[in-house]
């Protein structure tokens, strides 16, 4: 069964049009929908119609939106199943993720339909008597969302439910590889009862969608995660139209392993940072740094636990590390692999596994015997591989992890009080993790990094309101009675 995916603009779902096929990859022989992509007079009625509906949306009671974002939690949760299959199928995660992913999704929406209700502001005394200060929060106007395909429900939710609960309308581009998650979300967030231009679903092509919206003036907010490459173009266009942008990158995160660490956590922290959602998430283990009296126990152990992952069908259950999302990325993992053995590591797993359905199925990979200046240790690969570095003792395993343009994650691992707290202190990232994956985060604290990794305020918790909302300042003389 394949579904033809089409764009809503003003509370309508457009005509098909000329459309791509989404292959799942785990099974290249299974088309699971066509998406259409726009062009630019496309994306800009899309623009119109959110600045139309901006004003009535954002005088919508506090209450109205936090129901609307409700009971599409409700509805999302109630479909997580059905949803987390979707995902499994359409993006190549495996489904206890995929499923879990889903109901990151609905709890997302629970948090920010609350967020509309805590809407505040301040009342100042004035230095000039008789005056006051009103400090309010307003919302900005047209939010623009760009999203990545690796976790297709939860970032496009994190980024449009915020923009909502503060009364912004939304046009969203979804990555091109999960167009499905994005019209299932859409449709929800639609049904649930948005009016009609309050939230517009784009698809397309990052040159045209995505360029379209970051150079739009009528566009007053844009927020993207994907890859540092295309992010830094997406910050330059908005900056120049004069948009307040929000960047999410890549990273290069570093995974601290001190010779007190407990060794069976370490090896499972690191298991599940480097490789669970086949290594593609920003937030991945990717360097792993480990002092001398530890390595060889961890590098055997890390080695027992990767190879006993089972690579395959997202949708088997038996599976822990799913395809690699297209054939596209399956190449640059491969190459990168053979960048690192060409500057002298050692690549252990990293192969091409076949099953019963043709897939873009990659063996975890782990690469020992590296140094932080070889490209591997330096470019996000976004797959299932993690480096191995050797460091003497805790001083170098905190130089090297910082040694990064990147700083979204960083993780350390030890039974030392000491050593966590000065690490968590020290290490130049967003989000620092004390015997803990460098990924997988909550959903009702702030999320972003530093450096590369991310351009502008935090998003998620409450900090979001940072980015989706603007301070007004109002002086008020209301004069004698
Ligand atoms: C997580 O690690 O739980 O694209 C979330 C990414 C991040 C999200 C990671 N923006 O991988």
Redesign the pocket.
């Known amino acids: 069964m394949s579904t033809h995916y089409r764009h809503l603009i003003r509370g309508r779902w457009g005509d098909p049009g000329e459309a791509t096929p989404n292959v799942n990859p785990s099974d290249l022989d299974d088309t699971i929908g066509y998406a259409p992509a726009a062009d630019e007079e496309t994306v800009q009625e899309a623009v119109a119609a959110a600045a139309d509906a901006a004003p009535s949306w954002s005088a919508t009671t506090p209450e109205a939106r936090a129901d609307v974002l409700d009971s599409a939690a409700a509805e999302v949760r109630s479909r997580q199943a059905e949803l987390g299959g979707l995902l499994a199928r359409e993006e190549g995660k495996p489904i206890a993720e995929a499923t879990a992913e889903v109901g990151r999704a609905a709890h997302l929406l629970r948090f920010f339909a609350g967020e509309a209700l805590r809407v505040g502001g301040d009342l100042v005394p004035s230095v000039r008597s008789g005056m006051t200060v009103e400090v309010t929060r307003e919302p900005v106007g047209v939010v623009g969302v760009i999203t990545?395909w690796?976790?297709p429900i939860?970032?496009p939710t994190w980024k449009i439910a915020p923009a909502l609960a503060w009364g912004n309308t939304v046009v969203f581009k979804p990555a091109e590889n999960t167009p499905g998650m994005a019209g299932e979300l859409v449709d929800i967030l639609h049904r649930a009862g948005l009016p009609d231009g309050a939230l517009n679903l784009v698809y397309g092509t990052g040159a045209v969608v995505g360029r379209a919206l970051a150079e739009s003036p009528r566009v007053d907010a844009l927020t993207f995660?994907g890859s540092v490459g295309v992010g830094r173009g997406v910050v330059a266009q908005a900056a120049a139209a004069g948009t307040r942008v929000q960047a999410?990158m890549g990273?290069k995160n570093p995974m601290v392993v001190l010779d007190d660490a407990d060794l069976d956590l370490a090896i499972e922290a690191c298991a599940n940072g480097a490789y669970f959602s086949t290594g593609?998430?920003?937030?991945?283990s990717s360097r792993l740094i480990v002092t001398r009296g530890i390595h060889d126990r961890f590098v055997e152990g890390l080695l027992a636990r990767m190879r006993g992952m089972r690579v395959g069908h997202a949708l088997d259950p038996r599976t822990v590390v799913g395809p690699v999302v297209d054939a596209r990325q399956l190449e640059q993992d491969e190459r990168y692999l053979r960048v690192a053995a060409e500057e002298g590591g050692e690549v252990i797993g990293g192969h091409r596994v076949e099953r019963d359905t043709r897939g873009y199925f990659l063996s975890p990979a782990l690469v020992v015997g590296t140094d932080n200046a070889m490209r591997i240790n330096r470019e996000e690969v976004f797959g299932p591989v993690a480096s191995v570095i050797e460091v003497a003792d805790y001083d170098e395993a905190l130089h090297v992890a910082n040694d990064t343009d990147f700083g979204l994650?960083a993780g350390i691992c030890t039974g030392s009080l000491a050593a966590a707290k000065d690490f968590t202190r020290a290490a130049r990232a967003g989000m620092v993790m004390v015997n803990a994956p460098t990924?997988?985060?909550d959903y009702h604290v702030p999320?972003g990094g530093m450096k590369g990794s991310s351009y502008g305020p935090k998003e998620q918790g409450s900090h979001a309101r940072e980015f989706f909302s603007f301070v007004k300042t109002a002086y008020v003389n209301p004069g004698r009675p």
Do not use: L
Request: proline share 6%; hydrophobic share 40%.
């Open positions: 990545p690796n976790f939860a970032i995660t999410e990273g593609q998430r920003c937030t991945a994650s990924a997988g985060v999320f």
